[in-house]
């Protein structure tokens, strides 16, 4: 219900302000329009989803998203933002685990992808 | 109406998580490649804020609206879970740009696509629930 109040009545027509490397990397990976939207139109539509690639990318993303945090105990507000400010030692391992799965991702995975 | 209150956290939640722009995959990726402190001055942010609160409600022993102490469980003592389930969470994270909570406010902001996500997300968690057992914690 967030999602649906904020994209009906609190939107803002400006792009988001990514740092102008991000950009133009993204544009040498053949994504174009960085920042345009929240999310690049080529990698999440239902048309990219009738591709192998593109189906294989949103399932394949979204099993491990929900096994991983199953796994973890716990996920970005759960570890991050709650663990941490508990001061939970665990919740610094998961972290340290987002960001080896997150690094290895942008690096070697999403390249298969895009 | 018991659950008003969960519901009106919940919508604060994703307003602020939109417009904070924590549901876009451009900040995810640009947070991976350390190219922007903007998901990190956000996550920071809420961690300091969540330090002093939990530290003030152990402090002075605050109820919370159902009357109960507020105490936060103390996670289990282990590593191999948190390590490698993170791991694959971060995989995933950076792949769909989305933790659990963005993929239902991005439905809500109209990609519609998340509903695979979401699908394939709670197929993971299922998944988890029928190897669990083979798995090193």
């Known amino acids: 219900m967030g999602g649906v109040i904020a994209s009906q009545f609190l939107q803002n027509p400006k792009p988001i302000q990514l740092n102008k490397s991000t950009v133009a990397e993204l544009t040498d990976l053949g994504i174009e329009d960085a920042g345009k939207d929240y999310l690049p139109e080529s990698l999440f539509s239902w048309d990219s989803f009738s591709t192998v690639k593109g189906f294989t990318m949103l399932v394949l993303g979204g099993f491990l998203v929900g096994f991983g945090t199953r ?3 716990g ?5 991050a933002i709650s663990g941490l400010s508990n001061l939970q030692l665990p ?3 998961a972290v340290v685990g987002f960001f080896i799965g997150g690094l ?3 690096h070697f995975l ?5 | 109406m018991k659950f008003v209150k969960f519901l009106l956290v919940g919508v604060v939640f994703g307003i602020t998580l939109t417009k904070a ?3 876009s995959w451009y900040r995810i990726y640009e947070m991976f490649r350390f190219q922007s402190f903007h998901m990190y001055g956000v996550i920071g942010s809420a961690v300091v804020l969540g330090v002093i609160v939990i530290w003030f409600a152990k402090k002075t022993s605050l109820k ?3 009357g109960d102490f507020i105490s936060m469980p103390a996670k289990e003592k282990v590593w191999v879970r948190y390590l490698v389930g993170g791991t694959l969470f971060g995989l995933g994270w950076a792949l769909t740009g989305a933790c659990p909570g963005p993929i239902y406010i991005l439905i809500g902001n109209g990609f519609t696509i998340f509903l695979v996500v979401l ?9 988890y629930g029928l190897v669990r057992d083979k798995l090193p914690h």
């Open chain 1, 71 to 73: 796994y973890a105990g």
């Open chain 1, 75 to 79: 996920c970005t507000s759960g570890h």
């Open chain 1, 91 to 93: 919740s610094l391992t």
């Open chain 1, 104 to 106: 290895l991702s942008v």
């Open chain 1, 110 to 114: 999403l390249p298969l992808f895009v």
């Open chain 2, 21 to 23: 722009e924590i549901i």
């Open chain 2, 64 to 66: 919370g609206m159902n």
């Open chain 2, 119 to 127: 699908l394939s997300a709670v197929i993971g968690t299922f998944t």
